[in-house]
Nanobody, 115 residues
Framework: QVQVVESGGGLVQPGGSLRLSCAASGITFSRYAMSWYRQAPGKERELVAGISSAGDRTNYAYSVKGRFTISRDNAKNTGYLQMNSLQREDTAVYYC????????WGQGVQVTVSS
């Protein structure tokens, strides 16, 4: 059974930082690319960042470039999203997706940026 589980969300003040984790099981994680998405209330789900299976290629949405960093540790079957300089506009449910020819989504984790 494949499981993708996000963690690390929470409430943070503007300008603060959070690190999200995405733990995968039931798949050979090192063969899957990984992406982070987010969905704010009333908005469509959007791609935030992606990383190749080997971790040697990354891409970012313009809105987070320079503030967020995606990474992965294939030995731990875990991916990460380091979020710095958080803004109120980053408030959303964040989802992790592991994908190759198939795809697996996590249940999402809430990130709230508020003073």
């Amino acid at each position: 059974q494949v499981q993708v589980v996000e963690s690390g969300g929470g409430l943070v003040q503007p300008g603060g930082s959070l690190r999200l984790s995405c733990a995968a099981s039931g798949i050979t994680f090192s063969r899957y690319a990984m992406s982070w998405y987010r969905q704010a209330p009333g908005k469509e789900r959007e791609l935030v960042a992606g990383i190749s299976s080997a971790g040697d290629r990354t891409n970012y949405a313009y809105s987070v470039k320079g503030r967020f960093t995606i990474s992965r540790d294939n030995a731990k079957n875990t991916g990460y999203l380091q979020m710095n300089s958080l803004q109120r506009e980053d408030t959303a449910v964040y989802y992790c997706k592991a994908w190759r020819f198939d795809e697996y989504w996590g249940q999402g984790v809430q990130v709230t940026v508020s003073s």
